[in-house]
C-alpha cells in the first residue's frame, strides 16, 4: 500500500536543537496499534506544519518550520520547535502549538506537557514580573519571614461590611494581607466597588493601630474590560495588589492585565482556580510546573504553588520544582521531569502555599520550601477558639518558633493562642 502519511518525517533522533528553538518535554502513551516513532511523530507533526496525509506542494520554508521530535525515553520525548513560527509576545498562539490538537488526537491514549524550555529569543519580549519577591517584601515592610495572609472563611456570604470586619481582626492579629477567595468577584450582598472602598478605611485604621503596613487582595475576575475598570478602583483606593484568578480569565487577558497593573504599579496575585482540570491526571493534559511558567513570563508577582501537607492534591516533589522553577535564576535540565531554563532578566515569583494550613503544620510548610514564600492561612486562623484575632496571633507564634528552632508545644506553654490551636487541631494533615 502507498504511504499516505508522512507523520515520521517529524522525527530526527540526531538532531540537536539550536538555540532559538522552543523545547518541550511530553510523557506520552500510543494508543493500540501505534507504535511509539509514529505517536512522537503525530505529536510533533500536529503541534507544527504537518497535517494526516502527505501533500501535493510544500512550501520551500517547510524545513525551517516543522517541528523534530529528537530525544525519546521510556514514555518521554523531547519536541523542538523552530523559533521562527511564534509571533513574538503572543502566549495563547504558543498554547495553540504546543499545548492544541495533540492532547485530542484518537492515536494518543494519554498525553502531558510536562515542561517548556523557553529560548531567550523569545522570553526577552516580556516583562515578567513587575515586583519580583524582594519588591513585594519592600511594598509590605517585610523581609525576613514569610508574608502572612488569610482569606475571609466562608468564602463567599458575608456582606461587604462583614468581610472588612473579618479583614480587620487579621490585620489586628498580626497578618500583613487579607485575600478575597476564588469565586469572590461582585454580589448583590457584596459589591466588589463596596468591599474596596470599606477594606480601604479598615486597612488604614489597622494600619494606625499597628503601625505596620497591611494590604488586601481583592479579586478582579471577570470581563477584561471590567477588570481593567477594577483594578483602577484598586489603585485610586491605595492598593497594591489586583488578584487575578489567571486561569479563568485566559492568558490573553492575563497578558491585558499585566500591562494595566504596570500602568498603576499593581502587583498580581494570581489565583490559579481550574489548574487541576488540566495538571491533576499525571497521564495527561498539562503540568502545574509548565503552567507556573507561564505565569511568570508574563509577569505575575505571586502565584499559588501548593502546600503538600495542606487540602489540595500535589507531592512534594511538584510542589518543590514549581517552588524553583518560579523563583531561581535558572534551571538546569533533569531527566524526565524538567528542562533547561534561563530566566536573563525576568524577576522571580513569590510562592504561596495555602489550602487547610493551621498553626499546627506551619513548621512541615516552613520545613519544606523555606521563609521566602507566602503563608495563607485561612480556615485556620478563622476557626480558632479565640475567633480570627486569636487565630493570627496562633498562626505568626508558629512561624516565631519554627524559625527559632522551638518545638510548638514548648512555645505553646507561653502562648494561649498558640495553644489554643494545637489543642484543636495538633498536628493533623487535612484531606
Known amino acids: 500500500m502507498r504511504n499516505i502519511d508522512w507523520y515520521q518525517d517529524f522525527v530526527d533522533l540526531r538532531y540537536r536543537p539550536s538555540k532559538t528553538d522552543v523545547v518541550c518535554l511530553f510523557r506520552f502513551e500510543p494508543s493500540e496499534a501505534i507504535s511509539r516513532i509514529e505517536a512522537v511523530g503525530r505529536i510533533a507533526s500536529e503541534s ?8 501535493t506542494n510544500l512550501p520551500k520554508t517547510i524545513e525551517k518550520v516543522k517541528a523534530r521530535s529528537f530525544e525519546i525515553d521510556g514514555n518521554f520525548v523531547k519536541v523542538a520547535y523552530p523559533g521562527d513560527i511564534w509571533e513574538p509576545a503572543n502566549v495563547p ?35 515578567g514580573p513587575e515586583f519580583g519577591i524582594q519588591g513585594i517584601r519592600k511594598i509590605l515592610n517585610v523581609y525576613k519571614r514569610p508574608i502572612t495572609g488569610a482569606v475571609a472563611k466562608p468564602k ?7 468581610h472588612a470586619k473579618i479583614a480587620y481582626d487579621t490585620w489586628i492579629g498580626g497578618f500583613d494581607l487579607v485575600k478575597d477567595d476564588e469565586n469572590l ?36 475576575t471577570g470581563e477584561t474590560r471590567l477588570m481593567i475598570k477594577r483594578a483602577k478602583r484598586l489603585h485610586d483606593f491605595g492598593f497594591e495588589y489586583a488578584m487575578i484568578d489567571v486561569v479563568t480569565v485566559g492568558i490573553s487577558a492575563l497578558q491585558t492585565l499585566r500591562e494595566i497593573c504596570h500602568d498603576y504599579k499593581l502587583a498580581i496575585h494570581a489565583h490559579r482556580a ?34 503538600v501537607v495542606g487540602k489540595l492534591a500535589g507531592t512534594r516533589h511538584e510542589v518543590l520544582d514549581i517552588k524553583n522553577e518560579v523563583t531561581s535564576k535558572s534551571i538546569k535540565d533533569r531527566k524526565s521531569r524538567m528542562l533547561r531554563q534561563n530566566w536573563n532578566n525576568i524577576k522571580s515569583v513569590l510562592p504561596v502555599s495555602s489550602g487547610g494550613i493551621h498553626p499546627g503544620i506551619i513548621p512541615d510548610v516552613l520545613e519544606m520550601m523555606g ?28 512561624i516565631e518558633a519554627t524559625m527559632q528552632n522551638i518545638p510548638l508545644r514548648q512555645y505553646a506553654k507561653s502562648h494561649p493562642e498558640l495553644s489554643a490551636a494545637l489543642d484543636k487541631w495538633g498536628r493533623v494533615r487535612p484531606q
Open 48 to 55: 507544527s506544519a504537518g497535517t494526516w496525509t502527505t501533500l
Open 93 to 127: 498562539q504558543l498554547l495553540s502549538g504546543i499545548a492544541g490538537n495533540i492532547f485530542g488526537m484518537k492515536a494518543l491514549k494519554n498525553l502531558r506537557l510536562v515542561d517548556v524550555s523557553l529560548p531567550s529569543s523569545y522570553i526577552k519580549y516580556f516583562r
Open 156 to 162: 463567599i456570604g458575608w456582606s461587604a461590611e462583614e
Open 185 to 220: 468577584t461582585s454580589t448583590w450582598f457584596n459589591k466588589f466597588e463596596d468591599r474596596v472602598k470599606i477594606c480601604s478605611k479598615m486597612r488604614d485604621k489597622a494600619e494606625k493601630e499597628t503601625g505596620k503596613r497591611k494590604s488586601a487582595l481583592i479579586n478582579i
Open 274 to 307: 481550574m489548574h487541576a482540570a488540566f495538571d491533576r491526571n499525571p497521564k495527561h493534559g498539562l503540568s502545574m510546573l509548565f503552567l507556573a511558567k507561564i505565569c511568570r513570563l508574563i509577569g505575575v508577582d505571586q502565584l499559588h504553588i501548593g502546600t
Open 371 to 398: 521563609t521566602d514564600i507566602a503563608l495563607l492561612v485561612s480556615g485556620g486562623i478563622h476557626g480558632h477558639p479565640g475567633g480570627t484575632c486569636g487565630g493570627a496571633r496562633a498562626a505568626i507564634q508558629s
